[in-house]
């Protein structure tokens, strides 16, 4: 099978270009060169961002694309047409960004969706961009459009730093500030299964929208956290604390203390159904193993996760944290 991935140096797209070599695929790249791509893999320099800036890709056939573009949906809509006749499937990884909020505790992938085009430029914002790429992506290839709206996405590699701050202020020990409740359920996918399925589907001609996530309380707060004790082989202690006052003292949940959410927040991010891609055979590693993962690449940078520059950076002020457990003074 010919893979061709428009990114794939990164996070989402380096998990792409990794499940496909390891099951033997010939695999291309197409991006800017500012990260090295593996050296197995065919190489095109571009910036599908200006103008002619597709002209690496004039030439060429792939069974199947894998796009995961998160910025203006015109991008999208000049890759796609520009491979419509030569590409056999476009995998769009989308998100569950484009439900129009809030969106209900189990909704699937009948929600209703944000308006959108397939021609918006850089300013409409992250839902719009995913919900036009969406438009784009199904404009020039119809049926062979697979849309994988994929929620938190977590394991190595990660770019947005939510999993990396955790396991950080976990191996640092002594108290740590857990937000309650601790059963809360949460969702996420590790960015090597959602590759996986969506490379074996597309592989069979699988089109259409599905929320690529686990079942929501696939692990829970305190699960998750546990494990990153665990694995980290930290002396700290969780501090469980109600949500009430951590949202009375400011913290933002999401960006101050990444991953947890509360309220329609929560039930948009970690509540919804996942049928139809479990049917269609999405399977789930164990949280342990994405966690340990994680961990062993972020050790092996020295501790620093990268980060996106188009995100802000995550985590709690260890005062507001101190303060929030009765430990300033």
């Not at 202690?237 to 927040?265: H, S």
């Amino acid at each position: 099978m010919r893979l061709l991935v428009l990114g794939g140096t990164e996070f989402v797209g380096r998990a792409f270009v990794e499940e496909a070599v390891a099951s033997g695929w010939d695999v291309t790249v197409f991006n800017r060169g500012t990260h090295a791509p593996p050296p197995t893999v065919t190489a095109l320099r571009g910036d599908r961002a200006k103008p002619a800036g597709l002209a690496a890709l004039d030439r060429g056939e792939w069974d199947v694309v894998v796009d995961t573009w998160s910025w203006a949906p015109s991008a999208v809509r000049d890759a796609a047409t520009l491979l419509a006749e030569r590409a056999g499937h476009y995998v769009y990884v989308s998100s569950r960004s484009v439900y129009t909020y809030p969106t209900a505790a189990g909704a699937g992938e009948d929600a209703p969706v944000v308006a959108a085009s397939a021609d918006d430029g850089d300013d409409v914002g992250y839902a719009r961009f995913k919900a036009g790429g969406e438009l784009a992506a199904v404009a020039a290839f119809g049926e062979r459009a697979l849309l994988a709206r994929a929620g938190l996405v977590l394991g190595p590699y990660e770019n947005i730093g939510r999993l990396p701050w955790w396991l950080n202020r976990i191996a640092r020990g002594g108290p740590v500030l857990a937000p309650g409740p601790a059963e809360l359920p949460l969702q996420y996918v590790d960015a090597r299964d959602m590759a996986r399925w969506c490379l074996e589907v597309a592989k069979d001609g699988l089109g259409g929208a599905y929320n690529v996530v686990s079942p929501s309380g696939f692990v829970t707060m305190e699960g998750l956290l546990r494990t990153c004790v665990q694995v980290t082989e930290s002396e700290a202690e969780l501090r469980w604390v109600e949500p009430e006052p951590i949202l009375a003292a400011g913290v933002e949940p999401w960006t101050d203390l990444p991953i947890w959410l509360q309220g329609d927040d929560h039930d948009s991010i970690h509540r919804t159904d996942v049928s139809k891609a479990v049917a269609a055979g999405l399977r789930f590693r164990p949280v342990a193993e994405t966690v340990a993962d994680t961990w062993a690449w972020l050790r092996s940078i020295g501790g620093r996760a990268p980060m996106r520059p188009d995100r802000p950076p995550v985590g709690l002020d260890p005062k507001v944290e101190a303060a929030l457990l009765g430990l300033d003074g």
